[in-house]
DNA sequence: CGTAACTCGATACTGTCACTATCTAGCACT
DNA sequence: AGTGCTAGATAGTGACAGTATCGAGTTACG
């Protein structure tokens, strides 16, 4: 297969293949000449995969490098979630600090709600994960927003997420064999979690609309707003 | 108060109050001469609002403006409520058509998984809505990289939505007499999402830590102290 | 064989985003 | 009166994700 069809079956132009190639997304096609490389359906696959984390997953083209090598160095089922689960980028920002007392004090309190909760879940998991320190820090930043960060509440939410997870597992667990295990597994990994989202906003949708039937029913199977 | 003061008590520089008051973001200061304002605690609320909104919502500027336009014209609880839900950001990009047959097909598909995930769970939410629109383009690209989207397993994804999702409004709702009402709801609305998915992330490498307990120990419980 | 169409890899350019810096004035406090 | 701060406008920056162009080589068709 020529770029030109690799461009046609999969419908992402030739220059961002190339760019893909460049920034090490996508292995090269096999040289035929000095000016001219044959692809397959691996590339195929490929760069549908890339397609699906940049858009659906909203990874940066860097995180979407760190993920593939993840996939491609896999060896283990479980060796190859840790990997894939480690390479998915933090979804908060680390912001730097503003003041240095009020900081180390809401630092510590979010640390320990956080060490609390671990606790609580019984989760076996490093205070170096980085899903801990950004954990850390979104609770940091509710802390100052007043927000409602209570233990109760939040072991609520994370015995819910547990149940996802095992979800999530469940689902890769299904392509233990196969060897598009890496391949299933970022998705399962990487999208699941755009997907919940909209699952959660439709519920949230739901829920609201269902509190206010009579003060109006406009929008109810209709129309929507510009 | 100063813009000087607004900018150290905040930690958000000069440069950067000014940005987010030509973007609209901000409302202006009291003025009290042609080249004098003063601020208040609202300011400082405020830029305490947008940086939780874009560092740890992940919101973009546009998006951001959107979300406190409608917290800015809030009236009822639930009104509030649903006007920030369609305000945020839907978390899947939508790709353009790269096939127009196989789209087509594709895309009908997806859009019968989520007519009939959306029966099944007896959700009142018009086809219009921005996040049926989304998962019905995120069931379109999982579908066109083979992976598992069964309904089956969408709805067991659903009912934990539809948990977390009143966990949310039960948390909205503790605010319902407060005049902070529209900033508590969105932080909720805004800010469960990466809170939820880092809980799920930590849930994940929890679960598959315990399946592999014997082949690496290394950094289970024990771990080096920053 | 000739040539038009295609390809490779490198380099340069473009548009968007979120700031950040600079500039011209005009106060305001001492 | 002078120093320091301010407002608002405009311009510049750096990162990101492509997109475009170019020179040189290749190849399929007539």
Redesign the interface.
Known sequence: MKISELSRT??VPVASIKYFRREGLLPAGRATAATLAEYGDEHVQRL??I??LT??G?LSIAATREVLTAVDRAD?A??T??AI?YA?P????Q?P???EDEEARAGAAAAADVAGL?AA?D???????P??R??T???R??R??D??YRPE?LV???E??????????E?AA?FEDAPSLA??AV???A??????????????????????TF??SE??????PA
């Open positions: 999969t419908g549908r995969l397609k699906a858009t659906l909203g283990s479980d060796g979630l840790k689960s998915l933090v979804p908060v920002a912001a600090a503003v003041d671990v879940m989760w076996r998991i490093p205070a170096t994960s899903h801990v950004g954990l820090t979104a609770l930043e509710l100052r927003l927000a409602d509440r609520a939410y994370a819910l997420a547990r149940s996802i997870a095992r979800l999530d597992l689902r299904a391949e299933q998705v399962v990994l999208l699941s979690g755009p997907m919940l989202e909209l699952l959660r906003r439709l519920a949230q949708e739901d829920l609201v609309r269902r509190r206010t003060e109006d929008d109810v199977g209709a129309d929507a």
